[in-house]
């Protein structure tokens, strides 16, 4: 009898789980399907038929709101947590419920009529930020901008009373940050990294990059794409790269399409672009299939994402091994441009540090600075110690004492990104993090496979892919960021190595 | 509140409800697209996984209870004949869609959907083997279940009249038999006439080789010509149109060994798509917006394709651009002897491949199989013998297996039954349209040579494209042309173009 009582409960946990896990999936479908009309929107559609494609976007993005809030989910995790036989459920189980959770509660803390507000505002001042960039007129975008950080701040509030606002909302685009850990690293890259770039800058061994700006017909370009996603063994069968405006990755498991762009006299635009997004799309490819559909197969965080990019684009496509293997390809793909091309000087001419005003077109050294600057002055806005109207000033002056850039305009200054116009505070640090959790995750590879130079220098890239996947798209998300990074490094998160490898990398090039 | 202000308000919300499921349908139909052309080979199963889930959320809406409720509100409510047409006409529609899938109870349905996939995937591999008896059985459940699906629908009629009705509204059985049976007694001695006479078109002249980048460049030309813009080109298996308004596309597939496989797919297409670009904008999203029937989407795209594009006015304009686009492949050809090759008669196994006047015998002889099947007059197990006799019968043809007889066709596996007639009334509306529009446009021919097909298009856009849904395709032929559809004018049509062209 007892038993049998034992059973039934088994049996309904089971069930309501597996409800859960089914509303999961069937909103994970609803995703994909928003994903494929995005990617078509942006690169196959019609030109005429965007309005036509707005109420499809815009209907999608309903539903699938009206489904992630639905009080069935939350009654749902009630009544498991609350399960006598909750323990039993296994790890990964549980891990599917604390991600549901966790979702659930960013979703339905926030009342619909705000978030209603939050996105026409949204649409109104990313207009406005557009005119005011088009015409380098900051004046114009100011009002939408201040009400936007009113709104964003009420938005804390809602997700966290409790926390300081500007905390909320960078922990809710990388799980288990906070002002006090991104002060401490930030600090640390930057007394770390600005002697280096100084240094660089000061060097007389400067690369000479008119080598990389020599013109490449589009169409060779595309042959040394799909050469490339090849090489770092992105599945074409699952996916497909076409051309569109801004680079960007998107899909699921056996459909993970990317784009990039092309231009005719700096090839390394395309290159990098590949690179970067075939580093994500190998992230979504060989994610754990076991786990299709459910909250555990999915990455890890944002910047984890962003560090698997970084990795193929950088560790593995800036190092100075595989760019020696690959330049004799290049020389082939390119007929005679490349011909007269030493490897040693392609090297460094890719690898050049020089600081410049635009973040999307920063190298991986000065990036970081670019990130502290917007990370310094959203936090002193949160914090009510800047106002809007100093925004742009400070802004200038950042990037004259980190960069030693002069800003003449708005529009090469505060109003280049479009993030705050989205309302997007307390995102950029997760751009900075992906590299600093890959130079942290290449001290256990370097361990497990000793000569990776060695094997990237001969174009023997699989054994550093097969790691990856082991190690970190394979586990998809059953690991918050920082636990996945102590994992599998042995130790806690640091900047360190990031500031490590960037001296050891760059006073070699430059000779200091 | 006031009444009809009330009866309004019942009707703003039945038609919101209906754009959503609109809008989800469209969403559906990129993702449909999308699977056709460019999708990554191994993502076929996660794509069907999310086109399940789009069907199922339009399924749901079309027979929620709202839209009963709301159905009910608005057609008897006291005022509800004082709303204008187009408004009337929108309920109705959505009555017809709610009746359709509301009327069959859900157990019958899911066993109907069950049986569809079954069958249909049986058939693929009996076609494959050749070998009917491998999906016999499931062919018989199956039209038993439709069968059954149609009573419920509509007990009073006979359920073969049904399944027509639902494709082309108000298309009776002895309507069938009439224009098939006229059509039948026109076609037959014409075929026999075409094949027979000693002056015979010169098919290697399609058979020339040409390149697929060269056939490109011509489905765009294609495209420029008949006034195609703000849409897609793009290949697959088999050319399909995609088409809602402001989003448009066509596909297309080259044999580079028969250059008419592209072309007249590009101009099928193409007719549909301008179709599909030009419904009423002021109804966009309403149920109005859309085509007329099935039977009408067809006629457009063979308006294109046929009336316009195997004319020899259009030949007489676009061969010398056609000849500057192919290089030197056909520098020596002639334009009549092109013309006749273009549009040569012969009978053939396969009803895809088939020619413009033997095309409608495959559609006859098709109705004439299932009217015996539907009165169990045949059973499932004799089609293939009844196939092959009436390939004979017909085209005195002999078929020597299944697959490129009884199985060639998806249409019954997948349950299509009634479906056929539309492509036999695209070409009766068409001849009829042509009919008319020889009438109101006395220099059409002129216009044509001069490459001014767009003052055709005109005319279609003006009498078919811009009318939407807002009639059934009889009634419309019948404000159009003035006349009842009849398929003597597509006769007399065929008659005197394939006179002229065989001589007879």
């Known amino acids: ?512 | 509140m006031d009444p009809i202000k009330n009866l309004f308000t019942f009707y703003e919300k039945l038609l919101a409800v209906y754009e959503e499921i609109i809008v989800l349908e469209t969403i559906s139909s990129t993702l449909n697209w999308d699977v056709d052309t460019f999708m990554p080979k191994i993502a076929i199963t996660q794509k069907s996984k999310q086109l399940e889930l789009m069907a199922e959320f339009i399924h749901k809406r079309k027979t929620s209870s709202a839209i009963g409720e709301l159905l009910e509100e608005v057609t008897e409510h006291k005022y509800f004949t004082d709303l204008d047409y187009a408004k009337q006409r929108n309920v109705l529609l959505i009555k017809r869609e709610y009746d359709k899938y509301t009327k069959v109870p859900e157990h019958i349905e899911k066993a109907f959907t069950k049986q569809k996939a079954i069958t249909y995937e049986k058939w693929q591999i009996a076609r494959k083997k050749a070998d009917f008896k491998f999906y016999e059985n499931e062919q018989e459940k199956l039209i038993e279940i439709v069968k059954d699906r149609a009573h419920y629908l509509n007990p009073d009629k006979n359920p073969l009249e049904v399944l027509m009705d639902l494709q082309e509204p108000g298309l009776t059985l002895q309507k069938l038999k009439d224009s098939f049976n006229e059509l039948k007694k026109g076609l037959v001695p014409l075929v026999s006439a075409c094949i027979n006479s000693s002056s015979q078109p010169d098919l290697t002249l399609i058979n020339r080789f040409c390149s697929k980048d060269i056939q490109f460049q011509i489905a765009l030309d294609q495209a420029a010509v008949l006034g195609y813009t703000n849409g897609r080109i793009d290949t697959s298996v088999h050319p399909i149109t995609y088409t809602y308004y402001d989003d448009t596309r066509i596909t297309t597939r080259y044999d580079e060994n028969n250059f008419t496989q592209s072309f007249y797919s590009v101009m099928h297409e193409i007719g549909h798509a301008l179709y599909g670009q030009n419904y009423p904008s002021e109804y966009k999203y309403q149920p109005i917006g859309t085509a007329s029937s099935g039977g009408m989407h067809e006629a457009m795209a063979r308006f294109v394709e046929n009336i316009i594009g195997r004319s020899d006015a259009f030949w007489e304009f676009y061969f010398p651009q056609f000849q500057r686009l192919t290089g030197n492949i056909y520098s020596d050809t002639k334009l009549d002897k092109f013309i006749h090759a273009v549009n040569y008669v012969q009978p053939s196994k396969y009803r895809v491949e088939a020619d413009e006047v033997t095309y409608t015998l495959h559609l006859i002889f098709r109705m004439d199989i299932e009217r015996a099947l539907f009165d169990d007059k045949i059973t499932v197990a004799e089609l293939p013998v009844v196939w092959n006799q009436k390939m004979d019968e017909y085209f005195n043809i002999n078929i020597c297996n299944d697959a490129e007889g009884v199985l060639q066709d998806m249409h019954w596996p997948y349950a299509a039954f009634g479906y056929f007639p539309n492509f036999a009334f695209g070409n009766i509306y068409d001849g009829q349209l042509f009919w008319k529009m020889t009438q109101e446009l006395q220099d059409w021919k002129e216009s044509i040579k001069e490459g001014k097909i767009i003052s055709i298009i005109n005319w279609l856009k003006k009498n078919v494209y811009q009318n939407g849904c807002l009639y059934d395709s009889s009634e419309l032929m019948k404000r159009v042309t003035g006349k009842e559809v009849s398929s003597k004018y597509f006769l007399e049509y065929l008659k005197n173009k394939y006179t002229q062209l065989y001589d007879l």
């Open chain 1, 1 to 512: 009898m007892l038993g049998e009582i034992l059973l039934s409960k088994i049996t309904k946990e089971i069930d309501l789980y597996t409800e859960l896990l089914s509303i999961y999936k069937e909103n994970t479908i609803l995703g994909n399907v928003n994903g494929l009309v995005f990617w078509d929107y942006e690169v196959m559609m019609p030109k005429k038929a965007s309005e036509q494609r707005a109420e499809e976007l815009a209907l999608l993005s309903g539903l699938i709101h009206d489904r992630v809030t639905d009080p069935k989910i939350g009654n749902l995790l009630k009544e498991i947590k609350a399960h006598p036989n909750f323990d039993k459920l296994k790890d990964f189980e549980q891990r599917n419920i604390v991600l549901i959770q966790r979702d659930y509660d960013k979703e339905t803390k926030i009342p619909t009529s705000f978030a209603q507000e939050l996105s026409k505002h949204s649409a109104i001042s990313t207009q406005k930020w557009k005119e005011a960039k088009s015409k380098a007129d900051y004046s114009i975008f100011r009002n939408d901008l201040e009400k936007m950080i009113d709104l964003k701040k009420q938005e804390a509030a809602y997700l966290d009373p409790e926390k300081d606002p500007y905390d909320v909302l960078l922990e809710r685009y990388e799980y288990g940050f906070s002002k006090a850990i991104y002060d401490k690293i930030f600090d640390e890259i930057k007394t770390g990294l600005i002697p280096i770039i100084n240094s660089c800058v000061e060097s007389k061994n400067q690369p000479d990059d008119s080598l990389i700006l020599r013109e490449v017909p589009i169409e060779v370009q595309n042959t040394i794409a799909h050469d490339l996603a090849k090489l770092v063994e992105y599945d074409f069968n699952g996916g497909r790269i076409d051309v569109a405006v801004h680079p960007f990755t998107t899909g699921y498991y056996d459909d993970v399409r990317f784009t990039i762009e092309y231009s005719r006299n700096n090839f390394t635009n395309m290159f990098y672009a590949t690179m970067h997004e075939a580093g994500h799309a190998l992230y979504d490819q060989n994610l754990p299939s076991k786990f299709k559909y459910q909250p555990v197969g999915s990455g890890a965080s944002s910047a984890m994402h962003e560090g698997q990019a970084r990795f193929i684009e950088n560790i593995i496509g800036r190092s100075p091994e595989f760019l020696e293997f690959y330049l004799p390809h290049l020389k082939k793909l390119t007929g005679k441009i490349f011909q007269d091309v030493q490897p040693e000087a392609f090297i460094h001419a890719v690898n050049k540090v020089s600081p410049s005003k635009i973040r999307v077109q920063a190298e991986p050294v000065t990036y970081s600075l670019h990130i502290i600057v917007r990370y310094e002055l959203e936090k002193e806005l949160f914090n009510n110690k800047v106002t809007v109207d100093e925004l742009p000033s400070l802004w200038n002056e950042k990037m004259k004492d980190y960069l030693g850039i002069d800003i003449t305009n708005d529009a090469e200054g505060i109003l280049q990104d479009t993030h705050y116009a989205w309302g997007l505070f307390g995102y950029f640090p997760t751009y900075a993090l992906g590299s600093y959790y890959d130079d942290q995750i290449l001290t256990a590879l370097e361990k497990d496979i000793p000569d990776m130079n060695e094997q990237m220098r001969s174009g023997k890239l699989t054994n550093i892919l097969k790691w990856l996947n082991q190690n970190i798209r394979n586990l998809g998300s059953l690991y918050d960021p920082l636990d996945l990074i102590k994992k599998i490094s042995g130790n806690e998160f640091s900047a360190k190595y990031f500031i490590d490898r960037t001296r050891k990398k760059y006073s070699k090039l430059y000779g200091f």
